[in-house]
């Protein structure tokens, strides 16, 4: 989730409640299109972008200047599905309530970085949360008669513009201290029409703005086949701003480590993971609590060398929730890189599918007690990255 999306709790008090991917974001692009191939792991990575998130790692990239960027397209499913009961309360079977199918670019990020000896400086722009669903059904009345139309929209990102230095000392060790500025924003639409015109509709539109910082320290050590890293990243000063009414946000740190492991085989394999823990329980908006549990989560994955210069990755994250267990995520990926003189091109794709009981979360839209409906959605993405040394 990181802790920029974790930043966005107070979205859940705005939204009713909402799932995870509405009122927090989608997590962006935290890293290089190589490491999303590898389970999202951007700790343990060592390009342009990612250095942004472990500053220590900058002391890992080629002398000199190296440059990257990345972007995603996403496809996103998500289908709610109701089941019908009869008089005597038995399943005779299941209506399909709402589908919807949203297909939408996603900002990545671009970043430069400088390697000097035992100095390293990064810098760069990231998008670490994008708001982007929609949402759309019939609403029927008791004998299956349409009574109105509903429909939700999010739009929206969070910008992160970054900076890194790490310094090596005793050629083994690198200490790196970074931050971050933190601006974006958030647009929120939701309308029911009514099929009865003595009806009146409803039409809610939020506007929301976003800012912060975030200070960034971490420590790598560079054992020849094995490195590990690890560090802290604290959010500072957030605020929320809705319709002129300022809110302060009190958010957690976030604890990480990474590791990379070369085996040395033929295939110049590389096995990369890292993980991750938030005290999101700590979460306050205006100094009242906002009832969270603690989260988590971690990424793995490994590449190996084909013939031609291809790379072949492939890996695996996982998430949890702050809310609740049923909206834990876990997504599979995989790629391919292609490396050519000082120029390297990585594609990813990734799948990530979650299915939860709408009773199991309280507060969803049109909830009642003892709703039947199962959700379940999904997210297929595509990354493209481009690094370049010079």
């Given at each position: 989730?990181?802790?920029?999306?974790?930043?966005?709790?107070?979205?859940?008090?705005?939204?009713?409640?909402?799932?995870?991917?509405?009122?927090?974001?989608?997590?962006?692009?935290?890293?290089?299109?190589?490491?999303?191939?590898?389970?999202?792991?951007?700790?343990?990575?060592?390009?342009?972008?990612?250095?942004?998130?472990?500053?220590?790692?900058?002391?890992?990239?080629?002398?000199?200047?190296?440059?990257?960027?990345?972007?995603?397209?996403?496809?996103?499913?998500?289908?709610?599905?109701?089941?019908?009961?009869?008089?005597?309360?038995?399943?005779?079977?299941?209506?399909?309530?709402?589908?919807?199918?949203?297909?939408?670019?996603?900002?990545?990020?671009?970043?430069?970085?400088?390697?000097?000896?035992?100095?390293?400086?990064?810098?760069?722009?990231?998008?670490?949360?994008?708001?982007?669903?929609?949402?759309?059904?019939?609403?029927?009345?008791?004998?299956?008669?349409?009574?109105?139309?509903?429909?939700l929209d999010f739009t929206g990102i969070l910008n992160d513009f970054g900076l890194s230095v790490a310094w090596t000392q005793?050629?083994?060790?690198?200490?790196?201290?970074?931050?971050?500025?933190?601006?974006?924003?958030?647009?929120?639409?939701?309308?029911?029409?009514?099929?009865?015109?003595?009806?009146?509709?409803?039409?809610?539109?939020?506007?929301?703005?976003?800012?912060?910082?975030?200070?960034?320290?971490?420590?790598?050590?560079?054992?020849?086949?094995?490195?590990?890293?690890?560090?802290?990243?604290?959010?500072?000063?957030?605020?929320?701003?809705?319709?002129?009414?300022?809110?302060?946000?009190?958010?957690?740190?976030?604890?990480?480590?990474?590791?990379?492991?070369?085996?040395?085989?033929?295939?110049?394999?590389?096995?990369?993971?890292?993980?991750?823990?938030?005290?999101?329980?700590?979460?306050?908006?205006?100094?009242?609590?906002?009832?969270?549990?603690?989260?988590?989560?971690?990424?793995?994955?490994?590449?190996?060398?084909?013939?031609?210069?291809?790379?072949?990755?492939?890996?695996?994250?996982?998430?949890?929730?702050?809310?609740?267990?049923?909206?834990?995520?876990?997504?599979?990926?995989?790629?391919?890189?292609?490396?050519?003189?000082?120029?390297?091109?990585?594609?990813?794709?990734?799948?990530?599918?979650?299915?939860?009981?709408?009773?199991?979360?309280?507060?969803?839209?049109?909830?009642?007690?003892?709703?039947?409906?199962?959700?379940?959605?999904?997210?297929?993405?595509?990354?493209?990255?481009?690094?370049?040394?010079?």
């Amino acid at each position: 989730m990181g802790i920029t999306a974790g930043g966005l709790i107070i979205l859940l008090a705005l939204s009713g409640g909402l799932p995870e991917v509405m009122w927090l974001g989608d997590q962006g692009i935290l890293g290089s299109a190589a490491s999303e191939a590898m389970g999202g792991t951007a700790f343990a990575d060592d390009s342009p972008q990612s250095v942004l998130l472990n500053p220590a790692m900058a002391s890992l990239l080629p002398e000199g200047f190296s440059a990257g960027i990345t972007g995603t397209l996403a496809l996103d499913i998500e289908k709610r599905t109701r089941r019908v009961y009869d008089s005597f309360g038995g399943v005779v079977g299941e209506s399909e309530h709402g589908f919807n199918q949203n297909f939408h670019p996603l900002p990545g990020g671009v970043a430069a970085a400088w390697v000097q000896g035992n100095l390293a400086i990064a810098t760069g722009w990231r998008a670490t949360s994008t708001f982007g669903y929609e949402y759309s059904r019939v609403m029927n009345d008791g004998d299956y008669v349409k009574v109105a139309e509903e429909t939700l929209d999010f739009t929206g990102i969070l910008n992160d513009f970054g900076l890194s230095v790490a310094w090596t000392q005793w050629n083994s060790f690198s200490f790196g201290a970074g931050g971050s500025f933190v601006t974006g924003t958030r647009s929120m639409d939701h309308r029911i029409d009514y099929v009865d015109p003595t009806a009146t509709d409803l039409e809610n539109e939020v506007e929301t703005d976003i800012s912060g910082l975030v200070a960034r320290g971490s420590a790598m050590v560079d054992l020849g086949r094995v490195t590990l890293s690890a560090g802290i990243e604290q959010p500072v000063s957030w605020k929320v701003e809705v319709d002129t009414v300022e809110i302060d946000l009190t958010l957690p740190m976030t604890a990480r480590a990474g590791l990379r492991y070369l085996p040395g085989n033929r295939l110049m394999s590389l096995f990369v993971a890292d993980f991750w823990w938030a005290n999101t329980s700590s979460v306050e908006i205006d100094d009242v609590e906002a009832a969270m549990t603690n989260s988590w989560g971690f990424g793995a994955g490994v590449e190996n060398t084909l013939p031609g210069n291809t790379i072949g990755r492939v890996g695996f994250e996982y998430d949890s929730s702050p809310i609740v267990g049923a909206l834990d995520r876990m997504k599979f990926t995989t790629g391919l890189g292609w490396v050519m003189d000082d120029l390297a091109v990585d594609a990813a794709i990734s799948f990530s599918p979650v299915r939860w009981d709408q009773y199991q979360v309280d507060g969803l839209p049109s909830f009642t007690t003892g709703d039947s409906l199962v959700i379940e959605s999904s997210r297929t993405a595509f990354t493209l990255g481009v690094a370049k040394t010079f």
